[in-house]
């Protein structure tokens, strides 16, 4: 599903975003990325977006080498991929429904399935009776909710994110966790980038250290 091969990425101010960093991960696994505050986390995970290019070595996802995508191109890569932000993103003067309907919206979908889909998408994340509300009026963790059903509303082959439980509680961590696990078990490939090491020790996946750009250690469960 994603390789990295000998991929460096260095920022004009000339810090190391990446360095050298070999990897490969496969269709239907879910990883954990781990390391210090600029260790690399958020740089790999904007590769595998384009929302960054990197210096040196290749990018794949998906059997495409991500080199070889025109700049007209990569709308259609993130269609294919859910992104969920730390921050989440909403949109306060939108409700529920309409946050989790905007890639829909601007995908194209018609509108007799936008509805059905992101009232599916809510369920899932457990806030189908909160679709008419506005995210002022939710917690903090139901609005993180509200951000992984707009990221898995298009059904991502691929879903990425970054630090999702850096802002909420160990009990209501875990809940979001485990909401990443049910999409993981139903064939999504799953990549959260986090530094919560003691809810991802509980946790029976695969754990990537970054350090300093470079791969530290490669904890793979699976053999």
Known sequence: MIRFNQVSKRYPNGHMGLDQLTLHIKTGEMVFITGHSGAGKSTLLKLIM???RPSSGQVHVG?????????DDIPYLRRQVGV????????????VFDNVALPLIINGT???EIGRRVRAALDKVGLLSREALYPIALSGGEQQRVGIARAVVHKPALLLADEPTGNLDPELSAEIMGLFEDFNRVGVTVIIASHDLPLIATLDHRMLTLDQGTLLRDGDQHG
């Open 63 to 71: 059997g495409q080498n991500l080199a070889d995508l025109s700049s």
């Open 84 to 95: 969920v932000f730390q921050n989440h993103q909403l949109l306060f003067d939108r409700t």
């Open 110 to 112: 018609p509108p007799d």
């Open 50 to 52: 384009c929302m960054e």
